[in-house]
C-alpha cells in the first residue's frame, strides 16, 4: 500500500522529514497528527501526487495503538524494523543446510583416493592410487570394483595413478599415471580401451571438455608449471583408430608423437608456473584454461588455448606440421611456449593457489589456498579481488560455484565445509567435523549436482546431502513454506495475516493477493499455533509451541511485548482479545490446562509480562487435560474446550465456573475404538430468531466424528441439538459464522467447508440440509474467517496455503499467486476454476465410487502435508444434501 513512499525514503529525505518533525516541536508539540504528517511527507518526500489513503496507512501502521499522534522517534523505529526484517526475509530465503551428520562407508585400505567424480545419473566414480575404480550408488552402495592395474606382467614395476576424469560424453574413464600416460578405458565396463604414452611428464591434473558434437579438449599440468591441451577432432573415429593398435600391457597403444602426427589432433604446450600445478580446468564458457600453482607471481592464470593473434592461422600451421612431417615445427608445437600478455591474464596471490573455480553467470572466479582465505575477483581483472570471505582456521583444499543459486561451497583441510551467499558475501552455513562425523585427511572431494550432495574420501567414504525443499508441481501455488497453523483479517488495514510452523508471519493484501510483507523467528523458531487481532486491528497477538504469547506490530516485525509465565511453558493452543467493561486483555490456554490472562498494557515499562492469578475455580477445578480452544460471548461469557471433551463456560467478570458440558456420543459411535472425542472449536451465536433458545444465545461446539453439537448455556446449559456436519465423518477443525449469527461455516479435516443456516436448525434434526459446501483444502483447515462486509470467505490449511472464496465457495485465489485479483471484480477471480491439488484428489470427485461407501475417519489422511496435494473438485452451491 505504502510501497511506493517506502522507495521514495532516502537519507536526504529523511534529513527533511527529521527538520520538518524539528519544527513542529520548537512550537511545542513532540507529536504531530495524521493531517500534518501527510503534508509533510508530501512536501518532504517530492509526492504532491500521492494518495492521502497511501499516507494514511503509513501513519496507522506507524500509530499502531491508536493514538492519532506520532512523533520523530516512533516514525524511525518503524523504517528500522521494518528494513531490518525485509533483510532478514531476504537472508531467511537463502537458507541452506546440510543433512547432519554425514552418511559414511568405511574404508577397509589405507590407499588414498586420487579424485571423485560423478556422472550425470548420480553414479559416483573413485580411483586410488593403486588403480582400484569403485562406482557406487547416490548412497554409496558399491556397484561395482576393478583393480585396473594389475593385468600386466608380475615382474613390471608397480604403477600409480595420479588423476582421473569422466568422459560422459564418449563413455570414457581417462586416468593419468606415474608412468607417463594418459590411459582410457570403456565406463560401462571398465575394460582397457587405449592409451597415450611417454609424455614427456607425469599429468598430475586432468581434465576434459567436450567442446562440440565431436571434439574435445583433454587438459593436464604437471611438475613443470606446464599446461598440455590435445585438441582432438572427430573423436569417435581417433579412439577407434587408437583402439586397434598394438597392445603394450593388454592395453591399444599410440606415443604422443605418434598422435599428435594424426590429422585429427592438435598438441599445445604452454609454460605457465614456475611449480607444480594445482590445478587445471578448461572453461568451454570462457574458452580458456585457467590453472593453479602455489608459486605466488602466477599463483593463478587465465589463458586461452590458442593464441588470439592469427589463431586459425597458427591452428594451419601446426596441423601441416604434423601431417607433414616437418621437424623444425613439430619440434616448435613440442617445445613449452609462453604466451603473449594478451592471451592470458595473471594473477599474484599471497601463499599460491590450492583450487579454484570460475563461473559465467555471475563473472566470478574464486580462489583459495594456504592462507584460509577465499578470494572473489572479477576473472578480467587480477589487480584487486572483489571480495575476500573470511571464516576457514586451515587452508582450503576445495572450491566449487552454484551458479543457479548464487553460492560458493568451500572445504578445508580440516574437513569443514562451508556455504557462502555470492552477492551478500557472508557464510550462510557451516559444517565442521564434530558436526559432520568427518575425520582425517582428506585426498579428494567432489560436489554432485546430480544428487545436490557433497563427496569426500578422508578416513572413510562420506557423503553430505543438502536438505533440499520439496519440489511442487508447475500448476501448484504455495504460500508458505511450511504448514500454516492460523490466518486472520485486519479490516483497519485490509489486510489478512497468516503464520506457520517455521515460525514465520505473513501480510498479504487482502484486495490483491500479493505479499506486501513478513517476518520470521517469531517464537525462537518454534511453531505459531494461534493468533488474535487487538480491537483496533493494528496489533498482532501470537501463541506459540514455546508457551509464549507475544504482542506484535506486525506491519514492521516489532516485539512489542512478550507474555509468559515465570515457571515452564507449554504450548499455547488458542487465544484472544477480549474486554470486560473498559479493559483489555490477551487471554490464552493451552497444555498447562490453565486460563493465563494478561492485562492489555501497551504503555507498560517491561517488555515481557506476567499473568495475573488464576482464577480460584480454573485452581481448583478447572480442565485436566490439554485446552484446546476459547471462545467469548460479551459481554460476561467465556467457553473453554479441552482434548477429552468437556466444555466449560465461565463467568469471565466473577472468574466462576457457570457450567460443565461433555461431549456426547452419538449411539453408533459408543463403540468406537479410539474416537477423537476432543473439542478444537466451539462458537457462541446470539440471535433472536434461534428456535428454541429462549436466550438467544447457543454455544456450538465440535463433536466426534464430524458432528457439530448444540448447547443451550443460559436455559439449563442442555444439549439443545446435534448433527452430523462433515459428509466423511471427519472432525470438524474450525467454525466461523456471519456478523448476524445467521449462517454457521464448518470446515473439516480433510479440507472441505460447510454452510448451514442456523435460524432454520430445529431440534432433533439429524442431518439438516447444508445451504452449500464445498473442498477449499485437501488437507486440515487450520483457519476459517468471514469477512462480511466483502462477502468472502478465508482460509489456510496445513497444505501450506492460505485462500479466498466468494461466500458461496467460488474460488478467488491462493495468496501468493503470480496473478493478482480483485474481490469486488469476479472475472479477476480463477472461478470457474478450483485449485489443482483439490481437483486430482478423488475425494473432491462428486461421484467416485469411494463416496458412495462407508468411510472410516481412519481411512483418510488428513495431513498431506508433504507434497502440498492437489486441490478439490468444487463443488457447485446448493448442489446436494450434505
Not at 508530501?42 to 493514538?67: E, R, V
Not at 599440468?221 to 577407434?240: A, F, K, P, W, Y
Not at 600451421?317 to 616448435?332: F, H, M, S, V, W
Amino acid at each position: 500500500m505504502n510501497c511506493l513512499i517506502d522507495e521514495t525514503i532516502s537519507l536526504d529525505n529523511l534529513q527533511k522529514l527529521k527538520l520538518a518533525f524539528k519544527e513542529f516541536e520548537r512550537g511545542g508539540s513532540r507529536s504531530i497528527d495524521a493531517k500534518c504528517f501527510g503534508r509533510i511527507v508530501k512536501k518532504c518526500l517530492g509526492l504532491p501526487k500521492t494518495s492521502n489513503a497511501q499516507i494514511q496507512g503509513l501513519f496507522k501502521k506507524i500509530d499502531f495503538l491508536g493514538q492519532g499522534q506520532i512523533s520523530w522517534g516512533e516514525f524511525c523505529t518503524h523504517m528500522m524494523h521494518e528494513y531490518k526484517e525485509k533483510q532478514e526475509t531476504v537472508r531467511r530465503s537463502k537458507q541452506v543446510a546440510f543433512t547432519l551428520p554425514a552418511s559414511m562407508k568405511t574404508l577397509c585400505h589405507g590407499i588414498p583416493i586420487v579424485n571423485i567424480h560423478s556422472s550425470h545419473d548420480g553414479t559416483i566414480v573413485t580411483v586410488r592410487e593403486d588403480g582400484v575404480v569403485c562406482c557406487c550408488s547416490p548412497e554409496l552402495k558399491p556397484l561395482k570394483t576393478k583393480h585396473l592395474f594389475n593385468e600386466g606382467p608380475a615382474s613390471r614395476k608397480s604403477k600409480w595413478a595420479s588423476d582421473f576424469i569422466l568422459m560422459t560424453e564418449f563413455n570414457k574413464l581417462m586416468i593419468g599415471t606415474g608412468d607417463r600416460e594418459i590411459q582410457l578405458y570403456e565406463l560401462s565396463t571398465l575394460e582397457p580401451y587405449c592409451q597415450i604414452n611417454a609424455l614427456e611428464t607425469v599429468p598430475l591434473t586432468l581434465d576434459f571438455g567436450c567442446t562440440g558434437p565431436d571434439k574435445c579438449y583433454i587438459v593436464y599440468g604437471d611438475t613443470e608449471g606446464c599446461v598440455t591441451i590435445i585438441i582432438i577432432s572427430s573423436v569417435g573415429d581417433t579412439l577407434r583408430l587408437w583402439n586397434k593398435l598394438p597392445e603394450i600391457e593388454n592395453m591399444p597403444n599410440i606415443a604422443i608423437d605418434d598422435a599428435v602426427l594424426f590429422p585429427n589432433v592438435t598438441f599445445v604446450r604452454w609454460k605457465v608456473h614456475q611449480d607444480w600445478i594445482t590445478q587445471a580446468k578448461y572453461f568451454h564458457s570462457f574458452q580458456a584454461v585457467v590453472s593453479s600453482s602455489k608459486e605466488e607471481s602466477t599463483s593463478l592464470v587465465i589463458g586461452r588455448v590458442l593464441p588470439l593473434t592469427d589463431a586459425e592461422q597458427q591452428l594451419d600451421d601446426i596441423r601441416e606440421a604434423c601431417y607433414e612431417g616437418k621437424t623444425k615445427k613439430i619440434q616448435l608445437s613440442w617445445t613449452p611456449q609462453l604466451r603473449a600478455s594478451c592471451d592470458q591474464t595473471v594473477f599474484n596471490i599471497s601463499k599460491g593457489v590450492k583450487t579454484f573455480d570460475l563461473c559465467q553467470k555471475h563473472s566470478l572466479l574464486v580462489t583459495g589456498g594456504m592462507d584460509r582465505l577465499i578470494r572473489m575477483w572479477n576473472p578480467h581483472f587480477s589487480g584487486k579481488p572483489n571480495g575476500i570471505l573470511k571464516g576457514h582456521s586451515a587452508p582450503i583444499t576445495y572450491l566449487h560455484i552454484i551458479p543457479e543459486n548464487g553460492q560458493i561451497f568451500s572445504v578445508s583441510i580440516d574437513c569443514t565445509v562451508k556455504i557462502w551467499d555470492i552477492q551478500d558475501q557472508c557464510c550462510l552455513f557451516t559444517a565442521d567435523s564434530q558436526a559432520s562425523g568427518i575425520h582425517g585427511d582428506i585426498s579428494a572431494c567432489s560436489y554432485s549436482s546430480a544428487v545436490k550432495s557433497f563427496y569426500f574420501a578422508a578416513d572413510c567414504i562420506a557423503v553430505l546431502s543438502l536438505k533440499i525443499r520439496p519440489r511442487l508441481h508447475s500448476r501448484l501455488t504455495v504460500s508458505h513454506d511450511e504448514t500454516v497453523m492460523c490466518c486472520g483479517y485486519s479490516e483497519e488495514f485490509r489486510q489478512v495475516v497468516s503464520c506457520s510452523e517455521g515460525s514465520v508471519v505473513k501480510v498479504w493484501d487482502f484486495d490483491t493477493g500479493r505479499q506486501l510483507f513478513e517476518f520470521g523467528g517469531t517464537h525462537d523458531q518454534s511453531a505459531i499455533t494461534c493468533m488474535a487481532f487487538d480491537a483496533k486491528g493494528r496489533r498482532l497477538i501470537t501463541g506459540g509451541r514455546d508457551g509464549c504469547v507475544k504482542i506484535w506490530n506486525f506491519n514492521n516485525g516489532q516485539c512489542l511485548k512478550t507474555l509468559r509465565k515465570d515457571d515452564e511453558c507449554h504450548e499455547v493452543c488458542d487465544c484472544i482479545f477480549l474486554q470486560v467493561h473498559r479493559t483489555f486483555y490477551v487471554m490464552s490456554v493451552g497444555r498447562d490446562r490453565k486460563i493465563d490472562i494478561y492485562p492489555d498494557i501497551p504503555e507498560g515499562l517491561h517488555h515481557v509480562q506476567r499473568p495475573q492469578p488464576s482464577w480460584q475455580d480454573d485452581l481448583k477445578s478447572g480442565h485436566k487435560e490439554d485446552i484446546l480452544c476459547v471462545a467469548q460471548c460479551p459481554p460476561s461469557l467465556l467457553a473453554t474446550s479441552s482434548y477429552d471433551g468437556e466444555i466449560i463456560v465461565w463467568n469471565v467478570i466473577s472468574g466462576r465456573i457457570r457450567c460443565r458440558l461433555v461431549s456426547p456420543l452419538l449411539a453408533e459411535h459408543q463403540n468406537v475404538e479410539g474416537l477423537d472425542t476432543s473439542v478444537p472449536s466451539i462458537i457462541f451465536f446470539k440471535n433472536s430468531k434461534l428456535q428454541h433458545f429462549s436466550s438467544a444465545t447457543a454455544l456450538l461446539s465440535a463433536g466426534a466424528m464430524g458432528c457439530i453439537n448444540i448447547w443451550n448455556v443460559l436455559s439449563g446449559s442442555k444439549l439443545a441439538g446435534s448433527f452430523k456436519a462433515s459428509k466423511f465423518q471427519q472432525k470438524i477443525t474450525k467454525l466461523a459464522k456471519t456478523a448476524k449469527d445467521t449462517l454457521l461455516y464448518a470446515a473439516d479435516r480433510i479440507g472441505y467447508i460447510y454452510v448451514y443456516n442456523m435460524e432454520k436448525f430445529t431440534a432433533g434434526q439429524k442431518s439438516p440440509r447444508a445451504e452449500g459446501f464445498w473442498r477449499a483444502h485437501t488437507s486440515r483447515i487450520t483457519g476459517l474467517q468471514i469477512v462480511d462486509n466483502d462477502q468472502v470467505v478465508l482460509t489456510s490449511s496445513t497444505d501450506y496455503t492460505v485462500r479466498l472464496w466468494s461466500a458461496h465457495g467460488e474460488y478467488i485465489g491462493t495468496f501468493g499467486q503470480s496473478e493478482s485479483w480483485s474481490v469486488h471484480i469476479s472475472s479477476s477471480w480463477k472461478h470457474p476454476a478450483v485449485p489443482y491439488e483439490v481437483l486430482i484428489d478423488p475425494l473432491s470427485m462428486p461421484h467416485h465410487e469411494i463416496l458412495n461407501v462407508k468411510i472410516s475417519s481412519d481411512d483418510i489422511d488428513t495431513d498431506k502435508t508433504g507434497a502440498h496435494k492437489g486441490e478439490l473438485k468444487a463443488l457447485s452451491w446448493n448442489s446436494q444434501a450434505c
